[in-house]
């Protein structure tokens, strides 16, 4: 796989902090559905950070680690290196198990990243994956996002342009099925018509869906809003009409989606962010239901445009006109069935 400079938007905490929220909604009980942890040359973010986010009012209940490359094992075969970020996943789960940094049960569910071409190696690496995991492990991601143009970028890693219709790939998604695990994908909108063909032929196998879908506002899509919208919602509808498919409703901090709030002199408010994403927010809820839909907050990635608390306000002004029901999937119940976590003393 090609390696390319980080699209990532920099952290800049005292930015951040020229915009302060009252919290909206504090009881309402929250699993974040997507976020990660790391230490790397671009910043640090590991249990202090995630500990100081998710305190800062919000009820966070529980979390969903997922696959960004951390802490993989320096040695050994290639195909186990990432073995040792589902360890290091399980480790952080530990330490806000003992209570000592808040109640929230971070890393509650753990999306390795396994290589999903690997064929019959496949199999031992999931196994030692189970091994490490505390039995937190629930799904694999690997890298798919892809797109013809240079500018299109949201990861350090590029992957194979037709990764999901590779045979090797496509085997290694059919075995996930058989542990039970989820298959989590991060792609483009103009990839959708792959993924509706992949998830269509795995219907044993949960994929959940990151990210809006990946609707993308920059490169040649800058200029061509409403067609790429309109694009994007194509696909996704199809997409929905697999019941095997779940969406992550987040991630719109990064670059590609197209949103200048980084480049204001004022972080955005919950405000800003509720207007801008309502037409996505919308249309994935008239798609999957909120049922199969659930919030994430792909920190520390969107951290670069605004605070934890901004954001989990910007996503209850977004539900407003849900039903407690609703909202307790959108929030919860989704993440929860879909992870298999424990909250509030029942295993779903």
Not at 3 to 13: F, G, L, N, S, Y
Not at 133 to 142: D, P, T, V, W
Request: charge should be negative; hydrophobic fraction near 40%.
């Amino acid at each position: 796989m090609q390696i390319v400079h980080a699209p990532h938007i920099p952290v800049r905490d005292d930015w951040l902090a020229r915009r302060e929220e009252p919290v909206l909604e504090p009881d309402l009980q929250i699993v974040d559905a997507h976020h990660h942890l790391w230490d790397r040359q671009t910043g640090r973010y590991l249990a202090d950070e995630y500990a100081k986010d998710a305190g800062s009012g919000h009820r966070i209940v529980s979390t969903v680690y997922v696959q960004c490359r951390s802490m993989l094992r320096q040695d050994g075969a290639a195909s186990m290196k990432p073995v040792g970020e589902v360890e290091f996943a399980n480790g952080i789960a530990a330490m806000f198990a003992s209570g000592a940094y808040g109640p929230t049960k971070c890393c509650q569910a753990i999306v390795g990243g396994a290589d999903l071409t690997l064929g019959s190696e496949l199999e031992p690496v999931i196994e030692a994956m189970l091994q490490v995991s505390g039995g937190r492990l629930r799904g694999i991601r690997n890298p798919l996002a892809w797109h013809d143009n240079p500018t299109v970028r949201s990861s350090p890693v590029v992957p194979p342009r037709d990764l999901m219709s590779s045979p090797s790939f496509r085997q290694g998604v059919k075995t996930l099925g058989r542990f039970g695990l989820t298959l989590d994908v991060w792609v483009y909108h103009t990839q959708l018509e792959q993924l509706y063909v992949l998830a269509r032929s795995i219907p044993e196998v949960t994929v959940v869906v990151d990210h809006f879908g990946g609707p993308v506002g920059v490169g040649p899509h800058a200029d061509e809003r409403e067609r790429m919208f309109v694009e994007w919602k194509r696909g996704l509808e199809r997409l929905a009409s697999l019941p095997n498919t779940r969406i992550k409703l987040g991630g719109a901090g990064m670059n590609v989606f197209g949103f200048d709030f980084a480049s204001r002199d004022l972080p955005p408010s919950s405000e800003d962010l509720s207007a801008a994403w309502r037409p996505y927010f919308d249309t994935c809820i008239e798609f999957f239901g909120a049922t199969r839909c659930m919030f994430e907050s792909n920190f520390p990635v969107d951290k670069g445009m605004f605070s934890y608390g901004v954001l989990w306000n910007a996503f209850k002004r977004l539900a407003t006109s849900m039903s407690a029901d609703e909202k307790a999937a959108l929030f919860s119940l989704t993440a929860a069935l879909t992870y298999r976590l424990q909250i509030d003393g029942d295993k779903l």
